[in-house]
């Protein structure tokens, strides 16, 4: 089975540090992608990335910075956090071939609920 | 990007067939449909996918008109443990950057 891994369930981060939010994921796919989830708002796409040291912005990344450095690990990063970055976190990824997996299906994992105070 | 309109809420008495209707007037003739499935506290899982007619799984069916500007994702017999959030997604196999997930649907099944 696909095995999308973020490191944190839950954080508790103050206004104006640095957060970290790590991805990993098992089955050598080629996309990963981060999306914050918020009530009423359904999920909204912040960075994606189709290799190793490519990102491109998703639909709101203001506030948030990406790092891919391996092909497994994709990181969400937001400099500063600020009160309005408390969210659910989800990250996700899928592969572009065609055969194994389906039509841009995404592998999703558990999510990280990031408060900030 | 082809975005998808569906209701914010339903509710069903356990038992009862579910037909959740999506909108997507706009969608390109790469796309497919693909529709989610999420509880609370987790990430969305993949429950079926199709480009027209119909398409079963053991989970559910997934109706497409000739047209292709809707679709119905049908559960039958829902039980408790079936309430969730749904999402209809367009997208083709270039990338999933392009998919929009939206509120999606909320289909609460009642004792």
């Known amino acids: 089975d696909v095995k999308v891994t973020q490191s944190s369930r839950y954080l508790v981060k103050r206004t104006g540090e640095k957060v970290f939010l790590e991805c990993v994921q098992d089955m050598d796919h080629e996309n990963m992608f981060w999306y914050r989830q918020d009530p009423g708002l359904g999920l909204r796409l912040i960075y994606f990335?189709?290799?190793?040291?490519?990102?491109e912005k998703g639909d709101i990344p203001e506030g948030y910075s990406v790092s891919r450095e391996k092909k497994e690990r994709f990181s969400l990063i937001l400099e500063s956090a600020s009160t309005n970055q408390t969210s659910m976190y989800l990250c996700?990824?899928?592969?572009?071939?065609?055969?194994?997996?389906?039509?841009?299906?995404?592998?999703f994992g558990e999510g990280s609920r990031l408060t900030v105070l | 990007l082809a975005k998808t309109t569906q209701p914010i809420s339903m509710d069903s008495y356990e038992g009862q067939e579910v037909n959740i209707t999506c909108s997507h007037n706009n969608i390109a003739t790469n796309d497919y449909i693909t529709w989610y499935q999420q509880f609370p506290s987790q990430g969305p899982r993949f429950i079926i996918q199709g480009y027209k007619t119909k398409v079963t799984n053991e989970v559910a069916s997934l109706f497409i008109p000739a047209d292709r500007k809707s679709s119905t994702l049908s559960l039958p017999r829902v039980s408790l443990s079936d309430t969730a959030v749904y999402y209809c997604?367009?997208?083709?196999?270039?990338?999933?950057?392009?998919?929009?997930f939206g509120t999606g649907t909320r289909l609460t099944v009642i004792p």
């Open positions: 997604l367009v997208g083709d196999r270039a990338g999933a950057n392009n998919l929009f």
């Open positions: 990335s189709y290799d190793v040291k490519m990102k």
């Open positions: 996700a990824s899928s592969s572009p071939k065609t055969g194994r997996y389906r039509a841009g299906e995404l592998f």
